[in-house]
């Protein structure tokens, strides 16, 4: 079946240096790919989407990579900052019957140290 | 804009007892979703609606849980009787389908409805 799994449950950085976040997914029938950022008592919140025809795509201070030889999906965090402690998941989506279908991975949680 | 409104924000209620949670989606949103998150994972798809009608309820527990979108506007999600595995998250979603473009299949989230069975 699908499936979007995430590498490590917890990342420890300090403020300032770069956050990598990455995922797996074991399927590739996708239309597309998304992570969402959910801060504690708040439902997730978008960040950023890639299609799955693309191999990158950037955004403030996020770039996401994807790798579909290996089904493998990252996320970097430049500069990272303690807002950007939170729990990071991503999503998969397909189109199927004329609507979207989104499957999300378990979550990485990022802790930013001063 | 305004966002996607969940009520109540917290629950408590002993198994076997009923419970309902509302979403009011963001206007003009024809598509709502709801999700199951549990304590340490992600948002598990129970229900989508686009307008007032069901595309996809397939890991939707039918024996317990009941949703409807009366109107396309609106939607509630009911559980009876509850389980002590229902203790979750309960996260409503909305999105506007614009396309085939980046950007079109963005899901706007609710604070979620917090349920703890006892």
């Known amino acids: 079946g699908e499936s979007v799994g995430l590498h490590l449950p917890t990342l420890s950085v300090q403020e300032g240096d770069n956050s990598i976040i990455n995922c797996a997914y074991s399927?590739?029938?996708?239309?597309?790919f998304i992570w969402y950022k959910q801060e504690s008592g708040k439902g997730p919140q978008f960040i950023i989407d890639?299609?799955?025809?693309?191999d990158k795509r950037q955004g403030q201070r996020v770039t996401v990579l994807l790798n579909k030889t290996v089904k493998h999906l990252s996320l970097q965090i430049a500069a990272t900052q303690p807002g950007d402690s939170a729990v990071y998941f991503c999503?998969?989506?397909?189109?199927?019957?004329?609507?979207?279908?989104?499957?999300f991975g378990a979550g990485t949680r990022l802790a930013v140290h001063p | 804009e305004a966002g996607v409104a969940q009520s109540p924000r917290y629950k408590i209620i002993e198994k076997r007892q009923s419970v309902a949670f509302w979403c009011n989606p963001i206007?003009?949103?024809?598509?709502l979703y709801w999700y199951q998150q549990i304590l340490g994972q992600g948002p598990k798809l129970l229900i989508q609606?686009?307008?007032?009608?069901?595309?996809?309820d397939s890991q939707l527990p039918k024996d317990r849980f009941s949703a409807e979108r009366l109107k396309g506007v609106d939607s509630t999600l009911k559980i009876q009787p509850a389980k002590l595995e229902d203790s979750a998250v309960y996260l409503c979603?909305?999105?506007?389908?614009?396309?085939?473009?980046?950007?079109?299949?963005?899901?706007?989230f609710g604070a979620g409805s917090r349920l703890t069975v006892l």
């Open positions: 609606f686009q307008n007032n009608g069901v595309v996809d």
């Open positions: 999503a998969k989506g397909r189109r199927s019957g004329g609507y979207n279908k989104l499957i």
């Open positions: 206007s003009g949103h024809a598509t």
């Open positions: 979603a909305s999105s506007h389908f614009k396309g085939q473009g980046t950007g079109a299949n963005v899901l706007t």
């Open positions: 399927n590739s029938a996708s239309d597309y």
């Open positions: 890639i299609r799955s025809n693309m």
